[in-house]
Every structure is written in structure tokens, then in C-alpha cells.
């Protein structure tokens, strides 16, 4: 489904200095400090932070990458299980797909430099 926002491309435009948007995430970013940061987060048990702000900028900018919306999404919502249920296995959880996420950015940077013959 796309949004009214997607559709209309319906934002305002910066009343300062009438700079135009794209998205409402580019909207919010201009509107933000440069030394300020809006990444609303969600508080899990044991300390951890859901950044809820990022999940959703991730989202936005990978719409049109079905596999990385199925992954991200199944991981978040066994995250989101994980710390209901069995709060003393968060810390594993997410030590698990932290090492799982890094290792594939890992595997793409070092296709990537064996491409590139760097």
C-alpha cells in the first residue's frame, strides 16, 4: 500500500528557506540540529534499546528489497519475542544477529574489494 505521502509527495516545503523533500524522513532531518540526533527508541529488558527511528529509516530506504524486509522484520519481531518471554536470553539474541549482520556487511565489503581487484 503506498502512503499519501508517497502518492501526493504532499510535504511542505521548509518555510525558511523552501527547500522541498522527498521523503519525511529527509523532511525530519532538516528540520533536526546538525548535532542532534531523532532515532526514538524502544526500551527492551536488560538495558537494550529497540531503535525504532532506524528501523524504519532501514525499512524505508530497502522497500524494494523484499529479502531484506523479510530478515529484518523476522528479526526484530524474534527480538521483540525473545525479550517478552524469555527476557535472560535477550542478551544472546541480539549478540546473534549483531554477528550475523556484521558478518554479512563483512561478506560484501570483501566481494566487493576481490571485484574491484583493490
Known amino acids: 500500500m ?17 527547500a522541498k523533500f ?3 524522513f529527509d523532511a525530519i532531518q532538516h528540520f533536526i540540529e ?15 534499546r529497540l531503535m525504532i527511528g532506524s528501523l ?3 525499512l524505508y530506504d530497502h522497500r524494494n528489497e523484499p529479502d531484506f524486509i523479510a530478515e529484518i522484520t523476522q528479526s526484530t519481531y524474534a527480538t521483540l519475542f525473545t525479550a517478552e518471554t524469555q527476557p535472560e536470553l ?3 539474541t541480539v549478540e546473534d544477529i549483531i554477528v550475523a549482520t556484521e558478518m554479512e556487511d563483512f561478506d560484501v565489503q570483501l566481494k566487493n574489494l576481490f571485484k574491484n581487484g583493490e
Open 2 to 18: 503506498i502512503s499519501n505521502w508517497e502518492k501526493s509527495k504532499d510535504i511542505p516545503p521548509c518555510p525558511e528557506c523552501g
Open 22 to 24: 522527498n521523503n519525511i
Open 34 to 48: 546538525d548535532d542532534e540526533d531523532f532515532d526514538p527508541a524502544l526500551l527492551l529488558p536488560g538495558g537494550y
Open 56 to 58: 524504519l529509516q532501514a
Open 90 to 92: 535477550i542478551n544472546e
